[in-house]
């Protein structure tokens, strides 16, 4: 198992076995073939708290019956110790692929190493770019080189992350082509399986979100793509989870049960919000619903903030688990985007790819990509589709709800929502309209999935629309405090430790309802 020849590296021994002043047990230095998969599954750990935080603040998810203390997370006041600990997990995450890079940087014998190592460091910075503003770019990752490294301009690090991305495909297409082969990825590579192109298409989708997100805001030195196009199946970090204790999917064990079974925290529920794209009242989706939510369409929701009598608990297990077998200690290989202990975590899923190329189509960003914006957007319906009804251990959800198969209910989706501008391209009548259908059907793609995209685009683009106050219209909070016409927050607050050791670099006057993010609408 990857994740046991990870523990196992720390036991190995040094050649100066017999030197009394060095402890062979605790090397000072560890491979780039060592480090890369457990950096990898870090990715995952840091993503499981990214989707959580962007379910909260995006409108995936609501307080559940029975619990308090809510404080900031319905007020909107968000204080540094609210999602803090992204911070921290993200800058750890990036210290490893930091130390990739120093180790491999020069040498064509781990170029494959040093390219995708820096592939994910722009993603890891993406993450932290988009969550916080202004961050320590050019200056960190130095360990004590520099404890209070400066905040570089959030545009001026989208532009290096592209640029950053560029080397990283240059680099691994120089690998493929080198006379003398470098070391392969083989099973190191927890994503792909050691597949270098998969990774070159997934750096090009990844460079494309960056470009959309910072278009118009962000002079980039390159906005072209590699010919080898774009992703092409889903992106998922899986070392082999399986239910053992430190060795399931994070976000299993965080939404669903323990390795021993025990259930998990039920204090949150799906927001009444995210339920109008599948009950009709939106959208008609029964399809996915089913393969979503448990006991659809009885599936309980909530809007933020509301704590009165009548709020429905979550069930052992949570809503998103659709399965009917409730013992945490064989559950699991269901549909849905929370599948079992043994799936994998979206680092991006195909579909999300598919409506970035249809909006890179409709405003008329070249991608070199075959196709036009219509064909996107309902390949990504497709996928989407594809990826809700996937099992963790492999293939299909047999028993569909509407047609007998993803493909198939993906198109009864279209037909049943003929008319309808958020599903229907030729019913979106103006390229706003159109624009509002991609990141529609990409929030709802990305539902408890990848939550922060989600919310991403929500404060890039102002969809899906809010208006009012009304659970159906609206995922702001009732306990709101935000000052925002759609009284929801703009973005979270540096955390703590920044304020305690790094004060003369942190920004400050940032405040969580009126300081955005530069890409915000």
Request: charged share 15%; with cysteine.
């Amino acid at each position: 198992m990857i994740m046991l020849a990870v523990v196992a590296l720390f036991a190995t021994s040094c050649k100066d076995y017999l030197d009394i002043n060095t402890n062979p047990n605790k090397p000072t230095s560890v491979t780039a073939d060592l480090i890369l998969p457990q950096a990898l599954v870090a990715t995952g750990i840091v993503l499981n708290q990214y989707n959580t935080y962007g379910a909260q603040l995006g409108g995936y998810m609501a307080n559940a019956g029975g619990y308090g203390g809510f404080n900031e997370t319905t007020t909107y006041i968000y204080t540094p110790n609210n999602y803090a600990n992204l911070w921290a997990v993200s800058y750890d995450n990036l210290e490893d692929y930091q130390y990739m890079l120093n180790q491999t940087d020069g040498d064509p014998n781990y170029i494959f190493y040093n390219g995708v190592a820096r592939i994910m460091k722009s993603y890891g910075y993406q993450l932290l770019v988009d969550a916080y503003g202004n961050v320590p770019y050019s200056q960190a990752l130095q360990a004590a080189d520099n404890l209070t490294p400066e905040y570089d301009d959030a545009a001026t690090i989208y532009a290096s992350l592209a640029s950053e991305i560029d080397k990283a495909v240059a680099d691994l297409n120089a690998g493929l082509v080198a006379a003398v082969a470098p070391k392969e990825l083989g099973q190191n590579d927890v994503v792909f399986n050691g597949d270098v192109t998969s990774w070159i298409k997934f750096a090009n989708s990844l460079k494309l979100r960056i470009i959309i997100r910072g278009q118009g805001k962000v002079t980039f030195a390159n906005t072209s793509f590699d010919p080898t196009g774009f992703l092409d199946q889903d992106a998922l970090i899986n070392p082999k989870f399986l239910r053992d204790n430190n060795r399931q999917n994070p976000e299993w064990n965080q939404w669903t049960w323990n390795y021993a079974g025990t259930a998990a925290p039920k204090a949150w529920i799906p927001s009444t919000f995210i339920a109008t794209f599948y009950n009709n009242i939106k959208i008609s989706d029964i399809g996915r619903a089913k393969k979503m939510y448990y006991t659809w369409p009885a599936t309980g929701t909530n809007q933020l903030g509301f704590e009165s009598t009548g709020i429905p608990k979550s069930p052992d297990g949570s809503f998103w688990y659709p399965g009917t077998q409730r013992d945490g200690k064989v559950a699991g290989n269901a549909t849905g985007a929370i599948k079992g202990p043994d799936a994998g975590v979206p680092l991006m899923i195909m579909a999300e790819s598919d409506f970035l190329l249809s909006e890179a189509f409709l405003e008329g960003i070249p991608t070199g990509a075959p196709g036009d914006a219509q064909t996107w957007f309902e390949q990504g319906i497709t996928d989407a589709f594809i990826y809700t009804y996937s099992l963790p251990g492999g293939g299909l959800y047999g028993v569909a709800d509407v047609v007998g198969d993803p493909e198939g209910d993906a198109a009864a989706y279209l037909s049943a929502n003929a008319g309808n501008p958020l599903v229907d391209w030729t019913a979106a009548a103006t390229t706003a309209q159109k624009l509002e259908a991609i990141i529609t059907q990409k929030y709802i793609a990305e539902n408890m999935v990848n939550s922060q995209e989600g919310y991403n685009e929500y404060r890039r683009t102002g969809y899906p629309t809010v208006v009012g106050s009304d659970p159906t219209s609206t995922f702001a909070s009732i306990a709101s405090q935000s000052s925002r016409p759609d009284r929801l927050p703009a973005r979270i607050l540096y955390p703590t430790s920044e304020i305690q050791y790094n004060p003369v670099n942190v920004p400050q006057g940032v405040t969580s309802t009126n300081t955005t993010i530069f890409w915000a609408k």
